[in-house]
């Protein structure tokens, strides 16, 4: 089956946003290739490496937590 890469991306970034720690920082288990978009777009830094753990940019983070909102907020449930 085909995704929509922008979806999957934006998935993937509200997830690392709504389980982030140590302010901006997060577990780094997802597919490279989405990794290295976001961090082509800005939104985390460079996830190469021996680290478990990326960290958000402000901007990352921001938009990270109003896409976990929108996919994953308490009113989107009881909305649909």
């Known amino acids: 089956m085909n995704y929509d890469s922008d979806r999957i991306d934006e998935a993937v970034l509200a997830l690392l946003a709504a389980f982030a720690f140590d302010d901006r920082r997060a ?14 777009m800005g939104l985390i830094d460079n996830p190469v490496g ?24 308490e009113a989107s449930a009881s909305a649909g």
Request: proline residues 0%; hydrophobic residues 40%.
């Open 27 to 40: 577990w780094k288990g997802f597919d490279f290739e989405v990794m290295n978009r976001l961090y082509a």
């Open 50 to 73: 021996k680290a478990k753990s990326v960290w958000l940019t402000q901007e990352g983070l921001d938009r990270g937590r109003q896409c976990a909102e929108r996919l994953f907020g």
